[in-house]
């Protein structure tokens, strides 16, 4: 009993086997007659294991003697029972001009280094049929038909000439560029630098409205305050003072001014050293008094023609040769158009040569 039922296995197995691994070819021509110059279809299909590989034939012109194959489709693969089986067509389109009744052999198809065959074919190729009852009867060649007007023909003409206008303009202002070659001339309006009194009364201006000592900064306040002062005297007595002591600049000025004069100043000196390095904390009296010791000082020293001086305006012309690269550049551009005008009239030439023939 054990060894039939595995004799029935085994051969299943094997009967299954056997069948996933057979191969069918099979050839169909669509039309078994055509008549002198007409096209047939020669349909050739494999059925395989989709493990396997298949070589179709090549034809190069002939299938046979006076049948040729016009043309060979590209093979259409289609998959089968889950992927496991391989259905391939391969299409041959062939034709004749000699009347006869034609043998197509057997074609061989190799899977697998394995040859398979189709069955042959036949092919009745008819001549065209002739009028023997009137044999003198001939008609006259056809007239040319009109081919009918169609939009379409026409999109590309229409938008080339329409793109030859501006190209021609852009081309005519290129040239006219470089032809001209005129310098580039700039005018610039300079703005004079303010007398030392206006420029110091305008910065005491902007600290005054900041308050910056109200904001809890009163070193910003006073570094700024000094650095006013001391731009003012620099371009006022003509000594670096953005660059000296507080005690070299107050040593400085005594020898130029009396000491009455500069004693409001010393102090506010030493208020702005003691709150930039000692971290002092003035009272805002003591800030508003130091703003207004800064601004006597500047009123006192001050040339009297400065007060009501209004600087006027400068104006400058600058004279700018047109640089190489930009010249360079224009003519590139003069290039690249006329090569695009040119082009564009060769093409609408040729399209309305083949339009209007």
């Not at 020669?42 to 190069?60: E, G, N, S």
């Not at 201006?205 to 306040?221: A, C, L, T, V």
């Not at 208020?271 to 009123?299: C, G, R, W, Y």
Request: proline share 4%; charged share 25%.
């Amino acid at each position: 009993m054990n060894r039939t039922i595995i004799l029935i296995t085994w051969l299943l197995l094997s009967s299954s086997r056997l069948f996933a691994q057979s191969v069918t070819v099979e050839a169909k021509i669509d039309s078994l007659q055509i008549l002198i110059g007409e096209q047939a279809k020669i349909q050739l299909q494999v059925a395989m294991d989709a493990k396997q590989r298949a070589v179709f034939p090549v034809f190069t012109d002939t299938l046979v003697r006076g049948v040729e194959v016009v043309e060979t489709a590209k093979p259409d693969t289609q998959y089968l029972n889950d992927r496991q089986r391989l259905l391939i067509t391969q299409e041959y389109t062939v034709t004749s001009f000699d009347s006869a009744l034609y043998y197509l052999p057997p074609m061989t198809v190799t899977v697998d280094d394995k040859a398979y065959q189709t069955k042959a074919l036949a092919l009745k190729v008819y001549s065209i049929p002739v009028d023997t009852l009137n044999p003198d009867q001939f008609f006259s060649q056809k007239g040319v038909m009109k081919v009918p007007f169609v939009w379409a023909d026409w999109y590309g003409l229409l938008a080339c000439a329409f793109l030859i206008f501006p190209l021609t303009a852009l081309l005519i202002y290129f040239v006219i560029r470089v032809r001209d070659n005129k310098p580039i001339i700039r005018k610039v309006k300079i703005e004079p630098k303010l007398p030392p009194y206006q420029m110091a009364m305008k910065e005491f201006e902007r600290i005054k409205n900041e308050k910056i000592w109200q904001k809890g900064r009163p070193k910003d306040y006073y570094t700024e305050l000094t650095e006013t002062i001391r731009t003012y005297i620099k371009e006022r007595f003509a000594f670096n003072a953005l660059e000296m002591t507080s005690s070299e600049i107050i040593d400085k000025l005594m020898e130029i001014r009396d000491k009455e004069a500069i004693a409001d100043l010393k102090n506010l000196f030493q208020t702005a050293d003691l709150v930039k390095f000692a971290k002092h904390d003035p009272q805002m009296n003591e800030n508003d008094a130091n703003l207004i010791s800064a601004i006597e000082f500047i009123n006192e020293t001050k040339q009297l023609e400065e007060e009501n001086t209004k600087p006027q305006p400068t104006e400058m012309t600058i004279i700018e040769k047109r640089s190489l690269r930009t010249k360079v550049l224009l003519i590139a551009g003069i290039v690249l158009l006329s090569a695009a005008l040119v082009g564009t009239f060769i093409y609408i030439g040729t399209q309305l040569y083949d339009l209007l023939a």
